[in-house]
């Protein structure tokens, strides 16, 4: 691969987490506007509050884009460096146990990871997995939405309405992993014979 598709894939991979990133955060942003003292439609007043902040901050952004054309040049350059960013590759592990250290590990010392974070229960949510990353010094600085794009790659299955306790968000379940995945799959199964 040349320096040059090494930089794209970067900035694609980058931009994807990045994007994820952000509507991640709008999300909880709203999602904080609940009021707990409240019941009904009042408890959900400050999250309809805050979606119309955001789309009246998105439709004001437009206008000033139509206004100033030139000010989409600022944004194209401020998106591309908070992408290569966020593309930055995993730093390499401290040491190879499959309970700290998921950056470059394949598919099996990952899966191995995720179970032995979920120990007896039968779902764990990324947040708790990527906790247990920070505590022994691996993925410093990264975010969920960095761990989902690492799992897209390596093909494990994860979704966002994984319910523990109870509250669903982004998550593995144990059925999920212990299934064998895509790319295991297609290794192990038998090649056609050639035979006559």
Known sequence: MTRLARAAGRLSVGSRAYGRRLASRAAAWCARGRRDDLTGWRAALGIVVRVALLMLGAYVLARMVRALPALMWLLTGWWTIASWRAGKPPAEPAEETPQSAPAEA???????????????????????????????????????????AHLELLGIPHDRGVK?????????RRRDLEAPSPVEAQETSPAPSTAA
């Open 164 to 172: 523990v306790g109870r509250t669903p968000t982004w998550g593995v």
């Open 106 to 148: 394949g598919v099996e010392a990952v899966r191995t990871l995720l179970l032995t974070v979920m120990g007896e229960a039968d779902r764990v949510h990324l947040r708790t997995v990527l906790a247990h990353l920070h505590d022994h010094g691996q993925w410093e600085g990264r975010t969920v939405s960095d761990l989902r």
